[in-house]
């Protein structure tokens, strides 16, 4: 089984930029990564998602992880490897999308809810762990379950986190977060996005820097 680690980020948090276009991409991507921004997803579910993950790609420091979200197959997998994406997100866990992605040697991260599916990703090969709806479990039924699973195992919170509930999963254990709707939205520009990655970075060192 290949297992790539998870890297060690400065700030984990994976910018989710679900709706983006390929036009957009660069400037929002790169208001991202000038505020602190270390990893990206773009879902497969966004217009034209693959040319928008090769366009950040070639810009994107060394470093910084681009790739995708919402990868169901391993034909999505082998794409996104051509594009040059080394991130791999998913909703569910299915072991062998899961382990063509440790393969082409992704971080990977895929979705889960219970401590079931999460030992099947860490069986499959999976560097961390999407709760998610985190909004759902909340830290304390997060931390529940990580109490069951390998230490070195990153754990995410995704779907339903802010910058506001930071202070809370940091008190579980939880470091890592995927953000979407409170940092884009389809139609803002770089600036809109700009201002509130500035203020997820800014509430991240806040808690995280202590």
């Known amino acids: 089984m290949n297992r790539v680690a998870w890297p060690a980020l400065k700030r984990s948090m994976v910018a989710i930029l679900r709706g983006v276009k390929p036009g957009e991409i ?12 270390e990893a990206v997803e773009i879902p497969l579910n966004s217009p034209d998602p693959f040319a928008s993950i090769e366009a950040l790609a070639e810009i994107a420091p060394q470093g910084v992880l681009v790739g995708a979200g919402t990868v169901l197959s391993e034909q999505d997998v082998d794409r996104l490897s051509n594009t040059g994406g ?6 569910n866990v299915n072991p062998p999308v899961i382990a063509r992605a440790a393969k082409h040697g992704m971080v990977t991260m895929p979705g889960v809810f219970t401590a079931s599916e999460a030992l099947a990703a860490i069986a499959a090969g999976a560097s961390g762990l999407k709760f998610f709806p985190a909004s759902v479990l909340g830290p304390s039924g997060i931390k529940a379950i990580c109490a069951v699973l390998p230490p070195e195992i990153e754990v ?13 999963y940091a008190a579980a254990g939880i470091r890592s977060f995927g953000m979407g709707s409170s940092l884009y939205a389809p139609g803002m520009t770089a600036d809109d996005v700009r201002a509130r990655a500035k203020a997820a970075v800014a509430a991240y060192d ?5």
Do not use: H
């Open 206 to 210: 806040a808690v995280y820097s202590r």
């Open 156 to 168: 995410g919170a995704v779907g339903g986190v802010s910058d506001k509930d930071f202070a809370a």
């Open 26 to 37: 660069t400037g929002i991507g790169a208001a991202l990564i000038e505020e602190g921004f």
């Open 86 to 91: 080394r991130l791999f997100i998913s909703p």
